[in-house]
Structure formats: structure tokens, C-alpha cells
T-cell receptor, first 106, second 115 residues
């Protein structure tokens, strides 16, 4: 069983929709990261958080340490948001989810 | 530009070839990593270097040989690979190896195909 579970695995949305991606983890962590991977491979760090909530443009990340759960929200989704979103946690090492593949249709 | 540069971006090699992947980071970080990404699987940690010293080898076969000459450069030497080694190999760096003091920064990856 993977230490980090994401849902859904695949997500298709219409442009403008509000999107939520969920991440649950089973290990003790010092921080949780949300990463974005576009076709071609490169991975970009979107957020690093250890409590509460962070906002960057149309992206919002929340974490509930007691429930070991985090969500990534995208407001007013756009086709350029199409990518794989990966949840990673920093425990005694980095653990990664398998990613959520998001496609936003114009 | 993420601050982490990987070369080559694409590599095709036969099972008897010897090749190397290169990673360079310009972020002043102390920790560097090699990850393997196969389809539909989580990123798999291969090696961790902290202050040029290898701190983790995640049971990686000896046909993969890492080298870290300094905190800014990391190599992955490849020798007699198998077709199942075909994957995207990602280099990353962070301020320290436990991720407590900063984000992970990834390179664009090297897409390896073993024939």
C-alpha cells in the first residue's frame, strides 16, 4: 500500500469549473508538497505547507494534519491547467502519490 | 527555468551501451536526488546525496551508478541496462534531504529508452 493516496486518478472538467484533488497520507510528516507535471516531464512545485491553507492565484491548498488529508483546489479552471498533479509528503523521506491527471476542456 | 538542468532530455541506448545522465543545480541546495518515474507508478527514489555524501541507496541495481562530485552536480552512470529500465529519470534538489526547509525543485527529466 502506498503511503500517499490521491483521488481521483483522472479528472476531466469543462473550462471554468471548480476542481478539487484530494490527498491522504499514512505517515508522520513535516511538510506536504503539491507538484504539477506537464507533458514532457518537468515537475514544478506549487505549494509546500505544514498547516492551514495557502493560496496562489487560482490555486488553493489546504491541509488537515489531524486527519492526514490535503486538498488542492483550482478555481475557474483553464485548459492550461491540464497536467498531472502530484501530492508528496516529507517524512523520514519523500513519499509520492501516483498523481491525478487533469484535463480541462475548452 | 527551474534552476535544475538535466541532460540529455532524451536517450536511446542498447543493452550493452554505457551512457551517463547529468544534473546541475544553481540553487545553492545541499541535497540532490535521482528519481525514476514509470507509467502509472509513484516516483521511485533511487539515490540521495546530502553535502556530496550518499545518504540513501534505495536498493537500486548496480547497473545504475551515481556520482556526486560537488553539491551542484549529480551524475547517473548507466551500464548494461535492461528494457524494463526504460523510464523518465528525474533529478531534484532541496535545501536539505528531509524537505523540512524548502521545496523540492525538479529538472525536466531524461527520457530513457533501452532497446
Amino acid at each position: 500500500k502506498n503511503e500517499v493516496e490521491q483521488s481521483p486518478q483522472n479528472l476531466t472538467a469543462q473550462e471554468g469549473e471548480f476542481i478539487t484533488i484530494n490527498c491522504s497520507y499514512s505517515v508522520g510528516i513535516s511538510a506536504l508538497h503539491w507538484l504539477q507535471q506537464h507533458p514532457g516531464g518537468g515537475i514544478v512545485s506549487l505549494f509546500m505547507l505544514s498547516s492551514g491553507k495557502k493560496k496562489h492565484g487560482r490555486l488553493i491548498a489546504t491541509i488537515n494534519i489531524q486527519e492526514k488529508h490535503s486538498s488542492l483546489h483550482i478555481t475557474a479552471s483553464h485548459p492550461r491547467d491540464s497536467a498531472v498533479y502530484i501530492c508528496a509528503v516529507a517524512g523520514n523521506q519523500f513519499y509520492f502519490g501516483t498523481g491525478t491527471s487533469l484535463t480541462v476542456i475548452p | 527555468e527551474t534552476g535544475v538542468t538535466q541532460t540529455p532530455r532524451h536517450l536511446v541506448m542498447g543493452m550493452t551501451n554505457k551512457k551517463s545522465l547529468k544534473c546541475e543545480q544553481h540553487l545553492g541546495h545541499n541535497a540532490m536526488y535521482w528519481y525514476k518515474q514509470s507509467a502509472k507508478k509513484p516516483l521511485e527514489l533511487m539515490f540521495v546525496y546530502n553535502f556530496k555524501e550518499q545518504t540513501e541507496n534505495n536498493s537500486v541495481p548496480s547497473r545504475f551508478s551515481p556520482e556526486c562530485p560537488n553539491s551542484s552536480h549529480l551524475f547517473l552512470h548507466l551500464h548494461t541496462l535492461q528494457p524494463e529500465d526504460s523510464a523518465l529519470y528525474l533529478c531534484a534538489s532541496s535545501q536539505d534531504s528531509m524537505g523540512r526547509h524548502g521545496e523540492l525543485f525538479f529538472g525536466e527529466g531524461s527520457r530513457l529508452t533501452v532497446l
